[in-house]
C-alpha cells in the first residue's frame, strides 16, 4: 500500500507531466545550495536587484539551506526548450531576455505554482515551491 506521500508525489509528478515537464522525487538534502550562484547574479548580470526573486531579495543560501532542513523530499522539475522556440541556440537569446522569453518563464512559474498549490490543498501545508526566470548566463565548468 502506498503511503499519502508517495500518492500526492505521483499526482503531482502526473500534473507536471500534463504541463509539459519532468518531475523527479530527490532527497531535499541533495538540493545544491552555492555561494557563487549569488555572486554570479551581482556582478554579472544587468537585472541584479531588479526582479524580487533574485538576489539581492532572494534569499541567501545559508537561509536556503537551513530551509532545506526542514524538508526530507524534494520534486525537481526539468522543462525542456522555448515555447515558440524550438530550435534557439544560447546566442541567439537577446541580452533584455525577459520579454523575449516571457511563455518560459510563465511555464516555468506557473507550473512551480500549480504543483504547490495543489500539495498545499491536499493536506500537506508545508510544500514550498521555488520557481525562477531562466538565466542568460549558462554555468560553465
Known amino acids: 500500500m502506498r503511503s499519502e506521500l508517495e500518492?500526492?508525489?505521483a499526482k503531482l509528478s502526473?500534473?507536471?507531466?500534463?504541463?509539459?515537464a519532468e518531475a523527479r522525487r530527490i532527497a531535499a538534502r541533495d538540493v545544491v545550495v552555492a555561494e557563487w550562484v549569488r555572486f554570479k547574479c551581482r556582478f554579472g548580470c544587468k537585472g541584479y536587484g531588479k526582479h524580487m526573486s533574485c538576489p539581492p531579495y532572494a534569499p541567501?543560501?545559508?537561509?536556503t539551506g537551513r530551509l532545506l532542513t526542514e524538508y526530507s523530499t524534494a520534486l525537481l522539475l526539468r522543462f525542456e526548450g522555448v515555447p515558440g522556440h524550438p530550435d534557439l541556440k544560447p546566442d541567439e537569446i537577446p541580452l533584455d531576455f525577459h520579454p523575449f522569453l516571457r511563455d518560459l518563464i510563465l511555464w516555468v512559474n506557473s507550473t512551480v505554482h500549480l504543483l504547490e498549490k495543489t500539495a498545499f490543498y491536499d493536506d500537506f501545508p508545508k510544500a514550498f515551491g521555488?520557481?525562477?526566470?531562466?538565466?542568460?548566463?549558462?554555468p560553465r565548468g
Open 7 to 9: 500518492e500526492e508525489i
Open 14 to 20: 502526473s500534473l507536471a507531466r500534463e504541463r509539459g
Open 60 to 63: 541567501t543560501p545559508a537561509e
Open 130 to 138: 521555488f520557481g525562477g526566470y531562466p538565466c542568460i548566463y549558462p
